[in-house]
């Protein structure tokens, strides 16, 4: 059954004003402001008839230099990761020390081996579980196997340690070097969210996270409702927690827009798509996703590789119904009437859509690798003095240790950047870089003018590979590469 949406139908032209494309000038102003803020002065995006927008350099680029740093409008850490990486819920800065980090990940191993070792019997397997989750099942003893990794190489340490660990009366040798900003919990009390200073918690809070936090504070209808929409997200695909945060995002730039517009100019400005006069102050607070968006979430989607074509249509379908289910958890829990729009599955769609479409891989390196490398490359007698401590724990931890922080999110100009499988710039992690901010580094020299390009794929796969992967972009590529190799 077709899942109907009585808002996509209700709100039929408010929705179809927000999906149309912003116009040239609003796409500059845009931009213009986001380049202001980060002082990014060597780029400018321009739009194209064809090819839609594009990054050009603005002046030219030597090899290795810094092009941009890219700061993410939405990001979130997927839910497998949360039990490895303790990670600010704004920034994604690890936090704490690196002794909370591993006792606290031992910790929480432990307690999900027993969980699901309680609760997995029998439960049901949900149509779309995330990749990675998928992926980390042994399935003669899934219900041992936490989260990822070689659980069987995995020697636990004695009784006390890991909670001595967490609480800080067990500091590691020259752990000191390795220093974390000390975690600072959501002041709204849900236990969920930490950060690595309290601006970020009030820049959090005023963003997204005071509609979203489930503490003990909020009206508690609304917190059961929030904590079903998250357990759905959890158990299906933990995009729509993005989706969650981008909707939340819109809705308080909304209510700060008409906080701050004086009365009289808010009855001038009336929209005449709707009756609403506060409509322009919600499509100017929809203005930053509408820069991103492209297609519907259950169109774009890839059809995966053991879902056979012929059934497409009840793939993209269920995936249809899976947003649905998620929306209306959503609507229970944080519905504006003054937003209605924003609750169709209509635009549901097109805000996961562009998540999906739009690259976003958000990785931060752990400082705990960079820890045990430091101790690692210590010398006679103080690195045998070091390793009676931290051997014990490089054991218990196994073969993953060195777990980032990984997640989705939107960056606003690196979503703009065109694919080209000989790219003159790329998107990359430096060591100095601890946040979730994109950076983006010229592969070769760059000349004024030139567009800025990077590869969403492996450039070094065959073409044909190249071009399947690609697909899943919804493009066939026609770089100066892909044209010499086209047989
Ligand atoms: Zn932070
Ligand atoms: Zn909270
Ligand atoms: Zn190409």
Avoid at 54 to 82: I, P
Avoid at 237 to 245: Q, T
Avoid at 331 to 356: N, Q, R, V, W
Avoid at 363 to 382: C, G, K, Q, R
């Amino acid at each position: 059954m077709e899942p109907v949406c009585p808002i996509s139908s209700s709100c039929a032209t408010e929705i179809s004003t927000l999906l149309s494309p912003p116009s040239p000038p609003q796409l500059q102003e845009y931009y213009h402001n986001i380049f202001s803020a980060t002082l990014c002065s060597g780029i400018t995006v321009k739009q194209d008839h064809n090819f839609g927008k594009g990054l050009y350099a603005a002046m030219d680029f030597k090899e290795d230099q810094l092009v941009l740093k890219d700061q993410m409008l939405l990001g979130t850490q997927h839910s497998f990761n949360k039990i490895d990486c303790f990670v600010c819920s704004f920034c994604f800065r690890f936090i704490g020390s690196i002794e909370t980090q591993i006792g606290r990940r031992l910790y929480l191993r432990e307690l999900k081996a027993n969980e699901s070792h309680a609760c997995d019997v029998g439960s049901s397997s949900n149509s779309i579980q995330n990749c990675h989750e998928m992926d980390s099942s042994g399935e003669e003893e899934s219900t041992l196997q936490p989260c990822s990794g070689s659980f069987k190489t995995r020697v636990p340490l004695p009784e006390g340690v890991v909670e001595s660990l967490m609480n800080g009366q067990l500091r590691l040798p020259c752990s000191d070097k390795f220093s974390l900003p000390p975690s600072v919990p959501c002041s709204g009390g849900c236990g969920e969210a930490y950060y690595c200073s309290m601006l970020c918690a009030e820049a959090d809070w005023e963003s997204s996270h005071s509609l979203l936090c489930t503490g003990e504070s909020s009206d508690p209808r609304r917190r059961e409702a929030l904590l079903k929409f998250v357990k759905h997200a959890n158990e299906t695909n933990d995009i729509f927690l993005l989706a969650a945060k981008a909707i939340s995002s819109t809705i308080l730039r909304y209510h700060k827009l008409k906080a701050n517009c004086p009365k009289e100019k808010l009855k001038y400005d009336a929209s005449c798509v709707s009756d609403n006069s506060n409509f322009s102050l919600l499509l100017e607070a929809w203005r930053p996703i509408s820069m991103g968006y492209k297609k519907r979430w259950w169109d774009c989607i890839a059809l995966p590789d053991d879902i056979d074509s012929s059934d497409e249509a009840s793939f993209r379908m269920q995936i249809k119904e899976l947003a649905y289910e998620s929306l209306q958890l959503l609507e229970t829990a944080i519905f504006d009437k003054e937003c209605e729009p924003l609750f169709s599955l209509e635009i549901y769609g097109h805000i996961i859509g562009m998540f999906e479409l739009n690259n976003l891989d958000l990785v931060v390196a752990s400082p705990v690798e960079d820890y045990f490398l430091y101790i690692d490359e210590m010398t006679n007698p103080d690195k045998e003095e070091a390793e009676k401590i931290t051997q014990p724990i490089l054991d218990a931890l196994g073969e993953d240790y060195s777990t980032c922080c990984e997640g989705t999110a939107f960056f606003p100009l690196q979503s703009c950047m065109n694919h080209s499988c000989c790219p003159n710039a790329k998107a990359f992690k430096r060591d100095e870089d601890r946040d979730g901010q994109a950076t983006i580094i010229a592969l070769r020299s760059i000349r004024k003018g030139e567009e800025i390009t990077i590869s969403y794929v492996d450039e070094d796969l065959p073409f044909e590979e190249r071009q399947a992967s690609l697909a899943d972009y919804g493009f066939r590529c026609k770089c100066p590469k892909c044209i010499e190799q086209e047989p």
